[in-house]
């Protein structure tokens, strides 16, 4: 793997996707960097924000040397990058972490919970081409749907599940797992989310193995602080920035 190098990237689009999502586009200056899906970046919120750590956000996409981040403001410097006008530069480190395992000529399954479909979209559009896919989306509120025509652009079926019962069946993601999966001969399971999610899919799913995309509050993003890690089945840690963030769920403890 590369070692990550610290990048200055100027935002060229940013667009309001929700109430409490937004969508940037950034280029990179200087870099060939090439994330894969899977990967991702740690901003550096903006200097006025006073705000240390960087925030790791995933590629939602690419084009042409350009990356996209889909990003909910949680807090302060989610909330700070969200009020950056297009035309500022911000610092990104990375491409950082293990891509997600590529498959060919399968049935792929993605799961995405929230704003956990972001980087499941970058993964859909590389599977696409070799593979038949069907993707979950679940979230609150009808509002919050995002994404939904760009995996049918994609020709992914997609279905939607909605706490409030506005679009889709009302219910939660987990609802529909298993009606898909019934149907699906030998499928791969991709799935990102909050960790209860991942943890209820990863048990509907049997045997099959889950690639479940995690997140851990992190410090260098880089495996050196060791402060993301989580507990392996077989003893130990692996840090999520560095052997994750994307991981067979089976062999952790979530
Ligand atoms: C590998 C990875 C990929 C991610 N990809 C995305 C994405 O594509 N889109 C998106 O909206 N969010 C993503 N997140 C979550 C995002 O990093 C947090 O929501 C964000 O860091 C919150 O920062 P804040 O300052 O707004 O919130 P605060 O709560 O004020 O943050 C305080 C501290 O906690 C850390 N933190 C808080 N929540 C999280 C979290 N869930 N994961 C990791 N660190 C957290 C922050 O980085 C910061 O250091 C990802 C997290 C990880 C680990
Ligand atoms: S954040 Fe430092 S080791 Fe993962």
Redesign the pocket.
């Known amino acids: 793997m590369n070692p990550a190098t610290s990048i200055s990237a100027s935002i060229i689009r940013k667009t309001k996707l929700t109430s409490e ?1 937004f969508s940037l586009w950034v280029k990179p200056e200087n870099t060939e960097s090439n994330p894969a899906p899977g990967q ?1 970046y740690g901003i550096k ?1 903006p200097d006025n924000a006073d ?1 240390l ?8 996409d690419t084009k042409n040397d350009r990356l996209r ?13 969200s009020r950056l006008p297009a035309g500022t530069k911000i610092d990104i480190l990375g491409p ?2 293990r891509p997600a395992p590529l498959v060919y000529n399968k049935n792929v399954l993605l799961c995405g919970g929230g ?1 956990g479909i ?2 499941l979209f970058y993964l859909a559009r590389i599977l696409a081409p070799s593979n038949r896919i069907t993707t979950i989306i679940g979230v609150r509120r009808a509002e919050d749907l995002i994404l939904v025509n760009d995996f049918r652009t994609l020709g992914a079926r997609v279905l939607i599940s909605t706490e409030d019962g506005k679009k889709g069946i009302k219910g939660i993601l987990t609802d529909l797992v298993p009606r898909i999966l019934d149907k699906m001969a030998e499928p791969v399971i991709y799935a990102c989310g909050p960790r209860e999610m991942l943890k209820k899919i990863d048990e509907i799913a049997g045997n099959l193995p889950v690639w479940g ?7 260098c993003g880089t495996g050196i602080c060791y402060c ?1 890690g989580i507990r392996k089945k077989t003893g130990g840690y692996l840090r ?2 560095r052997e ?2 994307v991981v067979n769920l089976k062999e952790v403890d979530l």
């Open positions: 999502i991702f919120p705000l750590l960087r925030r790791p956000i995933s590629v939602a981040f889909i990003i909910r403001v949680t807090g302060k410097g989610t909330a700070a990058l950082l972490g704003v972001a980087p995309f995690l997140e851990e509050r992190m410090g993301c999520i920035c994750g963030p």
